[in-house]
């Protein structure tokens, strides 16, 4: 029996874009037990992933974790963060260990003077990547995502206005230069003829109302009163997805849904636009996808994201045309 050790700690999204990792090592290799440490935090983003054989949580306390995962003896480990924490667990660990490039460089070059050179090539196949010393490769079956029955939202959870059909519109970032400002998600949501639901955290509870207060019928504000599981399940009942940079917009993809996705800080250009893999087969003559930005010379100005515009301008965002994205919206759902 081949024991496998993945680490990747965080985010949402990341944990996501890795997904097919799991499936992969476990439909290619007989005899394989998987085990996958991130932290307590991301908990609910793959409990219920059945590739997965055994979870470790890191909750602040390296020196536990490390005796744990010592005691089980793995023969590889899968690095998908390559950080200080994760090259402490294969110093520890020492067994062979394979570690997905961080491109810091490439990032650092594009990010501060805009000159571009990273490859080209998206972080989930670079996850998969890692995989080929294993003899594992890419199944093109793109993202995973699994929510219980017991996590699903029920109709009478949903307005009687939107139990024939909605868009969910995901209203949060992990940081401001990420998010549409209130004004135009405003703007957008009053542009667009369909009822809407606004996904996001109990962080976003009052900005949704805002924006809810639009049309109140037309617009229902989830933000808050859900849970990540449950708010998957309505992108996953949903017929289109706009979202910011966030970890929604990747399990939009998992669920093979059509996404918008707005970019403000962060772009494509970073090799984590949305990713659908190579076996999947439009449906129509629209791209399940398309990335909505500027492609300011600015853009993109970091990583991660950032609480203010480094230039004070925030013009990626703040001059993008609603009434452009509203056409696009109607134009996939056949709305005049």
Request: positive net charge; charged residues 25%; proline residues 4%.
């Amino acid at each position: 029996m081949t024991k496998i050790l993945v680490i990747r700690f965080s985010s949402i999204g990341d944990i996501v874009l890795a997904s097919p990792v799991f499936r992969c090592i476990k439909k290619q290799m007989a005899e394989c037990e998987l085990h996958f440490v991130t932290k307590y935090s991301f908990k609910k983003v793959t409990e219920f992933n059945p590739y997965i054989d055994k979870f470790l949580y890191y909750q602040q306390n390296m020196k536990e974790l490390i005796g744990k995962l010592k005691a089980e003896n793995y023969d590889y480990v899968i690095d998908l963060h390559n950080n200080f924490r994760s090259a402490k667990i294969k110093w520890a660990l020492r067994k062979k260990s394979f570690t997905i490039e961080k491109l810091s460089i490439q990032k650092f070059l594009l990010t501060e003077f805009n000159l571009n050179i990273m490859p080209k090539k998206h972080i989930t196949l670079r996850s998969l990547e890692t995989l080929v010393p294993l003899g594992v490769t890419d199944d093109g079956l793109g993202l995973d995502f699994f929510i219980p029955e017991n996590e699903k939202v029920t109709e009478d959870h949903i307005p009687t206005s939107h139990q024939a059909g909605f868009i969910c519109l995901v209203i949060g970032a992990s940081y401001a230069t990420k998010k549409l400002p209130v004004q135009q998600l405003m703007e957008l949501c009053s542009k667009i003829n369909h009822p809407i639901i606004l996904i996001g955290g109990k962080e976003d509870r009052g900005a949704g109302k805002k924006i809810a207060s639009v049309d109140p019928v037309k617009i229902y504000n989830s933000c808050g009163k859900f849970n990540l599981l449950e708010s998957a399940d309505l992108i996953r009942k949903s017929k289109l997805v706009i979202s910011h940079d966030t970890g929604m917009q990747y399990i939009a993809c998992a669920f093979q849904k059509q996404v918008l996705a707005i970019w403000g800080a962060t772009t494509p250009q970073l090799d984590v636009e949305p990713y659908y893999g190579s076996a999947y087969s439009p449906k129509d003559n629209l791209p399940i996808y398309e990335n909505i930005l500027l492609n300011l010379c600015c853009q993109p100005c970091s990583k991660y994201g950032e609480n203010e515009c480094p230039l004070e301008h925030f013009n990626c965002m703040k001059k993008m045309n609603m009434e452009r994205i509203a056409q696009n919206v109607h134009r996939r759902l056949n709305i005049s």
